[in-house]
């Protein structure tokens, strides 16, 4: 039957409408009918999303104990590889002699700059990073009324302690963990000698 | 409470009698009135936007405005503010003169057709002995201003919007106005007084000829003001914005109220010649505060103080309206079957998709037009024979030639192809 179509269209939008309301779902129950999705907005500002662990927005610097023990040893591939090029390092530090700065026995970036409004949260720093020391941060209010002196991220904005990695990302963080782990014992442990009979 | 604006504005003019000469009176009372309009149809608009954002969304499970006061109400406002503030650009090349007349023209017969509605009893700023016929004759000047202002654009989009909204709007009015007759014919009048009265002990919806032209008569209003499902003329996936595609700021927003009026008219016009206009059943006022007490106390997002405030303005107002025996005012039943039908028109716009050029017409040629032919016939055999079996009659008739007029426009479907020679 003609038109039959179209009242059913009705319908539907109709039960939606009704269904965001208290007194609306309890008509339609009373009618037997079903009540349709309800709201599903949040709020933004009041009530914030649950997100998934996987979800990442913008890289940030691990460092373990202390901000001065970053694991960043100014090896320069992330600033390579970055697809949009965002990464802007100038290091590692050297003294006078021009001989490399250790701290914790590691040598480290003098500037470690991200620019937030041209990184594109696509990952590649952290997958070629041989030190772990990079990694997705899923904080995602970033905006700011400076381009230049708000949106450049520098190496002290974006250091973060590797305890803050294992609460965002507890999954991945013990994975990053379990290898560091390893790498620490295979370097402690050089390979003995077969013992000789 | 019936007669609440009528009394007003008496003591108004009373007032200034004091210091005026007689004569001036009769100005002063006509100024009156067109003033209420003129500051209500701004309103009115701005509110129809409110409104339409948040039945919309309800529709697809949102909540629409709600960050700009209380439910999102100053929403409009802000709108207005920034529309005021956008800066207006004319194309290069575009007419200037039209350009800028083109919104203004859409605009004034929108306000225009204010003056003959009935918004209750004894509320008609102007009763013309031929207010049907004045309605008709102002509303149809809208075609001209779409037409100007997507030809003084120069853009292709615009020409093309304006285009298929004349041709839109000259299809519509033809099976409108034929729908229209039948109220004539009955009520005997073209007043739009003397039809809400004829309505007094039925409304005109009521009987086979009045549902079926009630019908007719608002989808084609629908087709007329550019409302989807009918909404050619600025089908954004076709022509960008149609014919205001090249309009912004101000001038937009004209365009904007012309259209929200229009539409607004449609109902308040559909509700004036078939829903009764002001006329109601007598349900004691005190029952509706009663139902608005319950809203204003389970309104969560109203602060605290405003929901007892309410609530206590409302069970006071319910208790007067009881001890004085009010009954619902006449322009509040006239408001609420208006709005009650301005939420079809948004309902549509939530539900359907937009029709093809050669449906729309065809449904306005092959079907809306033969149908108000036959439901003026239908109409006649109303009047000629009272009594029950004229309207079994008239009824018949219609379902009848309703029926014949879907067998004939809509033949039979394809069959499944069968292939001669292919194997």
């Not at chain 1, 599903?40 to 649950?50: A, H, S």
């Not at chain 2, 019936?2 to 003591?11: A, H």
């Not at chain 2, 109220?257 to 009764?276: C, D, K, R």
Request: proline share 6%.
């Amino acid at each position: 039957m003609i038109g039959i179509g179209v009242l059913k269209g009705l319908w539907v939008t109709l039960r939606e409408f009704l269904g965001t309301y208290p007194a609306g779902r309890w008509l339609l129950t009373r009618l037997g009918a079903s009540t349709g999705q309800g709201l599903f907005t949040i709020e933004y500002p009041e009530v914030k999303q649950q997100h998934a662990e996987r979800h990442r927005v913008f890289p940030f610097l691990v460092y373990d104990a202390s901000p001065d023990n970053l694991r960043c040893v100014a090896c320069k591939i992330c600033e390579q590889e970055c697809p949009p090029q965002c990464i802007h390092i100038v290091g590692p530090a050297k003294d006078e002699q021009g001989r490399p700065l250790k701290a914790h026995g590691r040598t480290f970036p003098v500037k470690f700059d991200i620019d937030v409004s041209i990184c594109m949260s696509c990952r590649i720093c952290v997958d070629v990073c041989p030190f772990d020391a990079i990694e997705m941060d899923n904080a995602h209010e970033l905006s700011g009324f400076d381009r230049f002196a708000e949106m450049v991220y520098t190496k002290e904005q974006l250091l973060k302690s590797n305890e803050y990695f294992q609460q965002i990302k507890p999954t991945e963080a013990s994975v990053v963990d379990q290898r560091l782990a390893a790498k620490a014992a295979k370097t402690a442990m050089p390979p003995q000698p077969a013992a000789s009979p | 409470m019936d007669q609440l604006f009528v009394v007003l504005k008496s003591s108004v003019v009373q007032l200034a009698g004091r210091w005026l000469p007689e004569g001036a009176l009769p100005f002063v009372s006509m100024g009156l009135t067109i003033a209420a309009i003129a500051a209500a149809a701004p309103v009115i608009m701005m509110y129809l936007t409110w409104l339409e954002r948040k039945i919309i969304a309800r529709m697809q499970n949102r909540l629409g405005p709600n960050r700009v006061g209380l439910y999102g109400l100053a929403q409009p406002l802000a709108d207005g503010l920034k529309m005021l503030i956008k800066e207006d650009i004319v194309p290069e090349g575009a007419d200037r003169l039209v350009h800028s007349l083109a919104p203004v023209v859409a605009v004034v017969p929108a306000l225009l057709v204010f003056a003959v509605l009935p918004f209750g009893r004894n509320m008609i700023a102007a009763d013309l002995n031929v207010g049907l016929l004045y309605f008709l004759a102002v509303s149809s000047i809208s075609s001209y201003a779409i037409f100007m202002g997507g030809w003084a654009s120069r853009n292709k989009f615009s020409l093309l919007g304006a285009m298929r909204g004349v041709a839109q709007i000259i299809s519509y009015e033809v099976p409108s106005v034929l729908s229209i007759v039948v109220v004539i014919m009955v009520a005997g009048t073209l007043s739009m007084g003397g039809i809400v009265e004829a309505q007094a002990a039925r409304w005109f919806v009521f009987t086979p000829w009045g549902f079926v032209a009630a019908l007719i008569f608002f989808l084609s209003g629908v087709a007329e003001v550019n409302r989807t499902p009918f909404d050619m003329p600025e089908a954004e996936s076709e022509i960008v914005a149609g014919f205001h595609t090249e309009y912004s700021g101000m001038k937009f927003a004209l365009w904007y109220m012309a259209e929200f009026l229009e539409a607004f008219a449609i109902s308040a016009f559909t509700v004036t010649l078939f829903l009764g206009g002001w006329q109601g059943p007598a349900i004691p006022l005190w029952w509706v505060l009663f139902g608005s007490v319950c809203l204003v106390a389970t309104a969560r997002t109203i602060p605290t103080v405003l929901r007892v405030l309410g609530v206590v303005a409302c069970v006071g107002s319910g208790v007067v309206a009881y001890l004085a025996n009010e009954a619902v005012p006449s322009w509040a039943w006239f408001l609420a079957k208006t709005y009650g039908l301005v939420f079809v028109l948004v309902w549509f716009r939530g539900t359907l998709p937009r029709l093809r050029v050669d449906q729309l017409m065809g449904l306005a040629w092959k079907f809306f037009l033969p149908l108000t032919l036959i439901n003026i016939a239908s109409a006649a055999l109303w009047v000629a024979m009272p009594g029950p079996s004229g309207g079994v009659l008239a009824g018949a008739l219609l379902i009848l030639s309703g029926w014949w007029l879907i067998r004939l426009n809509n033949p039979a479907p394809l069959q499944p192809r069968t292939y001669l020679f292919v194997e």
